[in-house]
């Protein structure tokens, strides 16, 4: 036990218990029986929040989980995790976090089956696992989940994509959506195209993407000066007739990053399009650079994708032009032999 003055009158009284070091601070200098009093009411009180913290529920300890991660990953991703724990029934979030057992898990697994996606309950499952793991590091979970939904992952061809250029081009009020759309089809997604400014774009036409539009665990947009992976932090060349446009206009968006969504979707519906996000433009990229001959690592590169597979896995489709024109090649190779 020791006991020291700090610079600030204050003294601080050190000891262990159970080597484990704690420390009290008290505004004067306590007598011996007055230490031995701080100490006991000190211990008293750490016993009583242990066996609070103990009495927790699964939501108490998935809220510390997640204020935790708060500066650490992104406010998009934050914002994630909280909608995620709010969609959890609230059956299982009160229950007392240290009686949770395997079977409480697979009832809610169980339960979810009926009203939500494989994929949506992949992700609350996995929030679960992930405060599991944090404070109750010994119990490994086995639960089955529901096998995953493999869906066609629609890709527009070039000329939906052409088509949809020159519509909004041509159009008074989708005119100004031009610019973003456009950049959609080169690979950036929605986050990168609402915080680029005009001090992005160089002078040879180049962009950089450093950043991100996102909303915050508050649902405000905000712009984080990071981009959704350490892989998306990318400099990529624009066309001369894009990046004019741009230094015209004197900005690339404002507004609304979810007015290019309802842009979109008004657009094909006016040209009878197949519904697709500006996401899905992504995908119309990486699948013609794909089919052009463009070297996965250079289109890893100018899509900002963190790995090979992902990139691979959801967005290397071709086109279905380019698989008629391949197999067209393919039945005239037989032909003449």
């Avoid at 529920?57 to 909608?83: H, P, W």
């Avoid at 809610?108 to 992949?122: E, Q, R």
Wanted: aromatic fraction near 10%; charged fraction near 30%.
């Amino acid at each position: 036990m020791a006991i020291e003055k700090l610079k600030s009158g204050k003294y601080r009284l050190r000891f262990t218990v159970n080597k484990k070091k704690y420390s009290i601070y008290t505004g004067k200098k306590p007598t011996k029986a007055e230490e031995a009093m701080l100490i006991q009411e000190y211990m008293e009180q750490i016993k009583k929040e242990s066996v609070a913290k103990k009495n927790g529920s699964f939501l108490d300890f998935a809220n510390e989980y997640i204020a935790s991660k708060e500066n650490v990953l992104s406010a998009s991703t934050i914002r994630g995790y909280k909608n995620t724990l709010n969609a959890i029934p609230d059956s299982f979030k009160d229950l007392p976090f240290y009686e949770i057992e395997q079977h409480d898990i697979t009832r809610l697994v169980n339960d979810m089956v009926i009203k939500a996606k494989p994929k949506t309950i992949y992700n609350r499952h996995g929030l679960v696992v992930a405060v599991l793991r944090e404070f109750r590091p010994d119990f490994t979970v086995r639960t089955k989940l529901p096998r995953k939904e493999q869906k066609d992952i629609y890709t527009p061809s070039e000329k939906e994509v052409k088509a949809l250029f020159e519509y909004i081009d041509n159009d008074k009020v989708f005119h100004r959506y031009y610019i973003p759309i456009h950049l959609g089809a080169m690979g950036l997604r929605r986050s990168e195209i609402g915080a680029l400014t005009l001090d992005d774009l160089s002078e040879d036409n180049i962009l950089t993407i450093c950043k991100a539009k996102v909303q915050d665990k508050d649902n405000k947009w905000i712009i984080q000066n990071y981009t959704k992976t350490e892989k998306s932090n990318r400099k990529i060349p624009i066309p001369k007739e894009l990046a004019d446009r741009i230094r015209e206009q004197g900005y690339i968006y404002k507004g609304n990053l979810n007015q290019i969504f309802c842009t979109l979707d008004s657009a094909q519906k006016a040209l009878g399009l197949p519904h697709f996000g500006i996401h899905r433009l992504r995908s119309y990229f990486a699948s013609k650079a794909h089919a052009l001959g463009l070297p996965d690592s250079i289109i890893l590169t100018l899509g900002g994708w963190k790995s090979d597979n992902v990139m691979k896995n959801i967005y290397r489709k071709a086109l279905e032009e380019d698989v008629a024109k391949g197999t067209q090649t393919y039945l005239e190779h037989f032909d003449k032999s």
